[in-house]
Each structure stands twice: as C-alpha cells, then as structure tokens.
T-cell receptor
Framework: RKEVEQDPGPFNVPEGATVAFNCTYS??????FFWYRQDCRKEPKLLMS???SGNEDGRFTAQLNRASQYISLLIRDSKLSDSATYLC????????????FGRGTQLTVWP | EAQVTQNPRYLITVTGKKLTVTCSQN?????MSWYRQDPGLGLRQIYY???????DKGDVPEGYKVSRKEKRNFPLILESPSPNQTSLYFC?????????????FGSGTRLTVV
C-alpha cells in the first residue's frame, strides 16, 4: 500500500466554486503534514501546514483526522489562479528527513 | 534572497557518462534532499541528509550518489546514467524544525539520458 494516497482528479470547477481534496496516509507514526501546490513543470511550493486542530489561511482550510489517517484541503471561492496540482505531503515522526508525497490532485478552475 | 539553486536546469547526456547536478542553499538549513518526478509516479525521494556528513537513502537510491561535505551544498551524482534516469529532479532544503515549516524546493533539473 502506498504511503500517501490522493484522488488524482482532475477536478474542473467554475470560478467561485468550493472544492475539497482528500488524502490518506498509511503510517500511524506520521507526524507532520503539508499541502503543496505545483504549477506545470515548476517546483512544488508550500501552501500550508496541517495541524490537528485544523487551520485556515484565507480561502484555504486544512483538516487532519489522526484517527482515520486522513487529511483534507478545502478551497473556497476558487480563482483562475488556483489552477494547479495539489500535493499532499507526510513526514514520519521517526525520520524527519523522510518526506512522502501523494501523486497529486489536478485542479482546473474555468471562467 | 533565500533560495535553493540547482544547476543545470536542463541536461541531455549519453548513457554511461558521469554527471553531477549541483544544489546549493543559502538559508543555513540542516536538512537537504533530492527527488525525482515522473508522470504517474509523483515525487519520490532519492536521498536525504540531516546534516554535514550525514546522508541516508530514500525510496529510489539505486544509481545515484550524494555527498554533504558542506552544509550549503548537496550534489547529486550519477556515476553511469541510464535512460531510465531520464526525469525531472528537484533538490529541497529545510531547517531542523522543517516539520513545522516544510521544505523549500529548487527550480528543478530536467535530465534526458539517451
């Protein structure tokens, strides 16, 4: 079983829509969780860390459910500029240098 | 400007010709790592380093070598490249508390081995 699983999409939504991405991880020792954004042929860039209590950054909300080993990202009021691939990233607690990436979820926001 | 710099950005080489991709960061980060990205497979970690002279294997280390002689540099070495190493490569770095702040990535190196 893969360390991190993501729904690959693609998700095609109109501007202004709300869209949610999900991610599951297999190792219960995982300690740190992130969402990264990657534009076509560019490097991944940190979108937000994910905390147990849930956290929000403007239109973006991230949630973590440790019991179900599940992470989510909610984007409200989608903009054209949100079109990208969103990567779920997990770090195991025992080896902080080891990152595990999901394969990414592709989002296209259309006018 | 705080950044991770990879060179070259693009490289075409022939099978068996040794090559090095350089990675340098100016943020005094302890952690550095290398990834390759392939269609349908996502990003996979090749090697990582938690400090000078400390390196360890990731998911796909075969055919690659690394060294960390200085904190700022973490070169990726392909002693005898093969076509299955054609890929997009990223270097990344993080402070020791990267679990809080995540990793910063370089702009990538697109390698083609013919």
């Amino acid at each position: 079983r893969k360390e991190v699983e993501q729904d690959p999409g693609p998700f095609n939504v109109p501007e202004g829509a709300t869209v949610a991405f999900n991610c599951t991880y297999s190792n219960s020792a995982s300690q740190s969780f992130f969402w990264y954004r990657q534009d076509c042929r560019k490097e991944p860039k940190l979108l937000m860390s994910v905390y147990s209590s849930g956290n929000e950054d403007g239109r973006f909300t991230a949630q973590l459910n440790r019991a179900s080993q599940y992470i989510s990202l909610l984007i409200r009021d989608s903009k054209l500029s949100d079109s990208a691939t969103y990567l779920c990233v997990v770090i195991r607690g025992s080896t902080l240098g080891r990152l595990y990436f999901g394969r990414g979820t592709q989002l296209t926001v259309w006018p | 400007e705080a950044q991770v710099t990879q060179n070259p950005r693009y490289l075409i080489t022939v099978t068996g010709k040794k090559l090095t991709v350089t990675c340098s960061q100016n943020m005094n980060h302890e952690y550095m790592s290398w990834y390759r990205q392939d269609p349908g497979l996502g990003l996979r970690q090749i090697y990582y380093s938690m400090n000078v002279e400390v390196t360890d294997k990731g998911d796909v280390p075969e055919g690659y070598k690394v060294s960390r002689k200085e904190k700022r540099n973490f070169p990726l070495i392909l002693e005898s490249p093969s076509p299955n190493q054609t890929s997009l490569y990223f270097c990344a770095s993080s402070p020791m508390d990267g679990a809080e702040y995540g990793y910063t990535f370089g702009s990538g190196t697109r390698l083609t081995v013919v």
